[in-house]
């Protein structure tokens, strides 16, 4: 029965890390990185759990002459911000997966 042992000893492992990981993933919600272009001219900040949480522009780069460049900004900033959002989100919950790539996490 010593087996038996071993694996309540996993089990208590796996439901801790589960725990952890469960923890972590809630904590991302609280986490925030911002996507700038132009030199904060336009910035977008999103959470670890990939959500725009909120848009920045400076009055100055307003155009009604030119909106496509406000709108190219944007786009960059938000980009920007979520690929961020992305790199945090697999630097916290990679200690958890080792590196495999987990649909959803």
Do not use: C, H
Request: proline share 2%.
């Amino acid at each position: 029965m010593r087996g038996m042992g071993n694996m309540q000893q996993m089990m208590k492992k796996m439901q801790k890390m589960q725990k952890d990981m469960l923890e972590a993933q809630e904590g991302l919600k609280d986490q925030t990185v911002e996507g700038t272009v132009s030199g904060g001219m336009v910035t977008a900040i999103a959470n670890g759990d990939g959500k725009i949480l909120d848009i920045k522009i400076k009055e100055e780069v307003v155009d009604p002459e030119d909106i496509e460049m406000l709108q190219d900004m944007v786009l960059t900033a938000v980009n920007d911000a979520l690929e961020k959002s992305t790199q945090l989100k697999e630097e916290t919950l990679g200690k958890f997966t080792n590196g495999l790539n987990i649909p959803g996490l």
